[in-house]
């Protein structure tokens, strides 16, 4: 049985609400999937929308702190934020301009978020981070030292107030539309990787991981 | 002479200043290659961000208001937001986990957004959506007729306080760090698209227009 999520006023979707997940299982597996967040929050009075890497870690959310030290202000008692994570699936041709859509899969989570002191939680949010992209680049890399792991700023938010958005599927025409004669169809979006680029001080004999060679996407 | 946009206390970049791009013209780029934005606004003492498909129309920002109910409350004054457009466009891996990176465009867009009243403009801005990712359908498909305009919220957000965070090129280890054996280098990402799947009730003599069999993204 999926677990679903209680709603609130706040998560509840409002605007087509066949297309609201509050399946923690299907919520997690996107924001597992993604590795851009868009951290929103609220300073002086002027919302801000800053892209961050994060990581899911059980039933919280960290993400990285440092590109956006106006959020760290008064921190210490939470900041309040919106975390949401988009994946662009396909584009959705219909014989109308107005039925035009797109296919994706998009989960936000809501709530305080507050910044991990904790060094052996850091190291595990920085070794999520890496892994979850990179399965394996924590162990050839070389790991945070003391003075990197003081200098990082990592913030964790709990995944209570949960919720997703999804459209899949292909094209939906209004009754009389498909009489016309216009292609309609879905055009498949997917993130890829091409081949890495070694540095130019990196020894040739040493071989390109796996992990950096065959990268295309979580789904791929 | 690129024409640089004033900054404010809001849009300079107090992080990694290097990386900040003030620049209109390529502020314009990034806006103009990207196709899901993500919008953040206030309601209720809570910071939403929604994603959204948009586009550029001179010096003005337009967005589907459909997405988020919940913005278009009291929008008649204007809404503040903030719109966020990023693309990820590499993995760094430095031989260090603390100096892994991303390489990546961000455009940030503040300001208040309003609602689009007028038919003209609104069919303007819908035309913009098309064609900015799929030139020739609008006058393929079939465009809005007077209901559907009247049934579609679009918001328009002025271009005047805005800024751009970018990070290219390759690793950057600390000097120590490249004596290490540890594989180093770029994996590039791009957002590409597959074949076109054709819906099954479209007549299969009408031939896969162009924009739907080529299209890959705004850079391929």
Redesign the interface.
């Known amino acids: 049985m999926p677990e679903h999520v209680a709603t609130s006023d706040?998560t509840r979707l409002?605007?087509e609400p066949q297309r609201a997940v509050y399946d923690r299982e299907l919520i997690y597996k996107i924001l597992d999937e993604g590795?851009?967040c868009?951290?929103?929050?609220?300073a002086?009075?002027?919302?801000?929308?800053?892209?961050t890497?994060y990581a899911r870690v059980g039933d919280a959310l960290y993400f990285h702190g440092?590109?956006?030290?106006?959020m760290l202000r008064g921190v210490s008692t939470g900041l309040?934020?919106?975390?949401?994570v988009?994946l662009?699936d396909g584009?959705v041709?219909?014989?109308?301009?107005?039925n035009?859509s797109?296919n994706?899969r998009?989960a936000?989570a809501?709530g305080n978020a507050t910044i991990v002191d904790e060094a052996k939680e850091k190291l595990d949010a920085?070794r999520a981070f890496?892994e979850k992209?990179?399965p394996g680049?924590?162990n050839?890399?070389?790991?945070?030292?003391e003075k990197?792991l003081r200098?990082?700023s990592i913030l964790r938010l709990p995944l209570t107030e949960i919720s997703a958005k999804v459209r899949t599927g292909?094209?939906e025409d209004d009754a009389e539309?498909?009489a016309?004669?216009?292609?309609?169809?879905?055009?498949?979006?997917?993130?890829?990787?091409?081949?890495?680029?070694?540095?130019?001080?990196?020894?040739p004999a040493?071989?390109?991981?796996a992990y950096?060679a065959d990268?295309r996407s979580r789904e791929g």
């Open positions: 706040r409002v605007r590795f851009v868009h951290v929103g929050f609220t002086d009075g002027q919302t801000f929308v800053i892209p890497m440092s590109a956006a030290s106006r309040n934020v919106c975390i949401t988009t662009a584009l041709l219909a014989r109308s301009v107005f035009h797109m994706y998009s936000v809501l920085l890496t992209i990179m680049r924590w050839d890399a070389r790991q945070p030292n990197e200098a990082t292909g094209v539309d498909y016309l004669p216009v292609w309609a169809g879905v055009v498949p979006l997917r993130l890829v990787a091409d081949a890495p680029l070694r540095d130019e001080r990196c020894d040493l071989p390109t991981p950096a990268f």
